[in-house]
């Protein structure tokens, strides 16, 4: 058979050539010469890092890192604001002081602070906001004063004997809910009418100028009051907003 031969010959041709072709691989070794320059262009070529390395790959493409999430805290009432624990979460209450202002120019300058009119969830906070007025008040001519805040009178209670007192008004601030916020005082809420402003559809807080002095009309410090809602003699205002 012609085969075997000329399968060596194959073999033996491409051996040779891929000698010529590599050198650099060693298998062809020639001259003196010819081995230092291999070796020196080699090692010259190893100090500019292009020896016999695979291609250069490119980097797959920066990929930008997402946005880290603003570290964790405990949402905060601002400076000067009085904060209180809620089920429904952490509460914020400022008293200001109006001058005299109805009810809905005080509502308006709450919406500046990003807040309403205050609603009261608990005892503790109509107490709280009615000491925070009496110092305002105190502060700036004392004498009886009355807070607004939030509320206003339910349907259908438009007489004073329509609804039980607990059920005559609800909370307009969006978050506070339940009436043990409220405490009435004598007749309250009465209702009372006025043909320029007709019914008492807002809510006011009561303030005496020190414990154990009684409010306007007798009443008790920190007790509600329904209130025309035009009445400008009301002189302070309680803001409310949860915490952020
Ligand atoms: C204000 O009250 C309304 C409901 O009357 C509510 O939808 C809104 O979220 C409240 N705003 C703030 C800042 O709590």
């Known amino acids: 058979m012609r085969l075997l031969p000329l399968l060596l010959i194959s073999l033996f041709v491409i051996t040779v050539v891929s000698g010529i072709i590599y050198p650099g691989d060693g298998g062809y070794g020639g001259g003196g ?28 493409p920066h990929r930008p890192r997402p946005p880290r999430p603003p570290p964790q805290r405990d949402p905060e009432c601002e400076d000067g604001w009085m904060t209180f624990d ?36 608990t005892a503790n906070e109509r107490v709280q906001v009615a000491n925070a007025g009496r110092v305002i008040s105190n502060a700036n001519g004392g004498g009886f004063a009355e807070i607004w805040i939030s509320g206003t009178r339910r349907p259908g209670c438009n007489r004073r004997t329509d609804c039980a007192p607990m059920n005559t008004f609800q909370w307009t601030d969006g978050h506070t809910t339940g009436t043990d916020g409220m405490y009435w005082p004598g007749p309250e809420p009465n209702a009372f009418w006025r043909n320029d402003w007709g019914n008492q559809n807002c809510l006011e807080l009561h303030v005496s100028v020190a414990d154990g002095r009684a409010a306007r009309y007798g009443y008790p410090h920190a007790s509600l009051d329904d209130q ?12 409310g907003k949860l915490a952020k």
Do not use: M
Not at 37 to 60: A, K, T, W
Not at 230 to 237: A, G, I, K, M, S
């Open 228 to 239: 025309h809602c035009p009445q400008t003699e009301v002189r302070l205002y309680a803001c």
């Open 33 to 60: 010469g010819r081995d230092s320059y291999y070796s020196s262009s080699s090692s010259s070529s190893e100090e500019h890092g292009h020896g016999h390395r695979p291609p250069h790959r490119p980097r797959p």
């Open 86 to 121: 809620r089920p429904q979460g952490k509460w914020c209450i400022k008293v200001f002081n109006g001058g005299n202002l109805a009810q809905y120019t005080a509502q308006a300058l709450c919406q500046n602070h990003g807040a309403n009119l205050t609603g009261l969830q």
